[in-house]
């Protein structure tokens, strides 16, 4: 089957989920497309990696399509970048920031001091100019014939969702987190990323409700595909569509 489309979860700088996954697709070719949900770094061990590996490296290993959303990790990036810090998002360790700028000083010949690193983590002073640039450079959605994937979830306006062409503040596309959305949006197939299955009720997936070990989410809708990878215990998912097929980096 062709022109189908892989949507795979937050990566959260776990490279080694991201080969494992990506070696269990099908072959691909040219009329296929992979659509990566955002939140490529922090938490994980490997944002550079990571990173490296999408710009990069696949573009040369598969002929399929290679679609990267903007997720709200790449978004709080940017807004460090311009505003030379954001401790909100930089300080707490549960968001990562830390191991994602390790992962890309263990490439600089000589490691800054500790004052340099704690300044350069809080200013993202330790990107490179070219992952900046992709970043601001990632779209916030996309759409093709089989579902509109964005990062986090369509807003709703006056009881109805939106499409994201027709929002006006797009970092909601990336921020937002309502659980209406899966349980209650009802239209054209939406993937996304952002909120971990685990903390959506299970029993109100249609996908395998019996398999108590089957993480992916699936509303009426809505799918949502982000089963923790980066994290312990987590792992990463991919969602094929049309044929609703799961694959897995466990």
Not at 128 to 138: K, N
Not at 185 to 200: E, I, N, S
Request: proline share 6%; aromatic share 12%; charged share 25%.
């Amino acid at each position: 089957m062709a022109h189908r489309s892989f949507a795979i979860g937050d990566l959260h700088g776990d490279i080694g989920a991201l080969r494992t996954l990506l070696s269990r697709l099908p072959s691909l070719d040219a009329t296929d497309t992979i659509v990566f949900l955002g939140d490529y770094v922090d938490r994980g061990p490997d944002s550079a990696g990571v990173l490296d590996h999408l710009r990069f490296v696949l573009p040369s290993q598969t002929p399929a399509r290679i679609v990267c959303l903007r997720g709200n990790h790449e978004d709080a990036w940017l807004q460090v970048l311009r505003q030379q810090g954001w401790a909100g998002f930089t300080q707490p360790r549960s968001n990562g920031c830390y191991q994602c700028a390790e992962s890309f000083l263990r490439r600089w010949p000589v490691l800054p001091g500790p004052d340099d690193m704690e300044s350069m983590i809080h200013s993202g002073g330790f990107f490179p100019c070219w992952a900046a640039h992709w970043f601001a450079s990632l779209p916030f959605w996309y759409e093709d014939d089989h579902a509109i994937y964005v990062h986090a979830g369509l807003p709703k306006v006056d009881e109805r969702w939106q499409h994201p062409s027709d929002v006006e503040d797009r970092s909601k596309l990336v921020w937002e987190r309502d659980h209406t959305f899966f349980t209650e949006y009802v239209g054209k197939k939406v993937v996304v990323g952002h909120t971990v299955t685990k903390t959506l009720p299970q029993d109100l997936s249609r996908y395998t409700v019996d398999d108590k070990e089957d993480l992916f989410w699936a509303g009426g809708s809505a799918y949502l595909v982000d089963t923790g990878a980066g994290k312990p215990g987590g792992f990463l998912t991919a969602l094929e569509l049309p044929r609703r097929q799961v694959y897995e980096s466990r």
